[in-house]
């Protein structure tokens, strides 16, 4: 059973940065599609952003031009780098992949923007 493991949230200011973390237990990020969720409170879980096997990736509306996706197959880990952090960012992180039929999904990691 593949386990993924976030890092990284945390408490930040409006405008800050954080770099959050998802490890795989194996290596599978190189044939796998990655995407990072987030779900705040009372609301449904969302895609933030994703990246293709091939290195495409996708971001919602609200978090083009501030998040960038990426990962490293060597580590067997992706990244979720996010920059100029509003309040409405604040939600619960979720890594999640798809490698082949099973999808696997992170504990998810507690990103708070607040003043």
């Known amino acids: 059973q593949v386990q993924l493991v976030e890092s990284g949230g945390g408490l930040v200011q409006p405008g800050g940065s954080l770099r959050l973390s998802c490890a795989a237990s194996?290596?599978?990020?190189?044939?796998?599609?990655v995407g990072w969720y987030r779900q705040a409170p009372g609301k449904q879980r969302e895609l933030v952003a994703g990246?293709?096997?091939?290195?495409?990736?996708n971001y919602a509306d609200s978090v083009k031009g501030r998040f960038t996706i990426s990962r490293d197959n060597a580590k067997r880990t992706a990244y979720l780098q996010m920059n100029s952090l509003k309040p409405e960012d604040t939600a619960v992180y979720y890594c999640?992949?798809?490698?082949?039929?099973?999808?696997?999904w992170g504990q998810g990691t507690q990103v708070t923007v607040s003043s």
């Open positions: 999640r992949a798809v490698w082949g039929p099973r999808i696997y």
């Open positions: 990246i293709t096997t091939g290195g495409t990736t």
């Open positions: 194996e290596n599978i990020f190189s044939a796998a599609v």
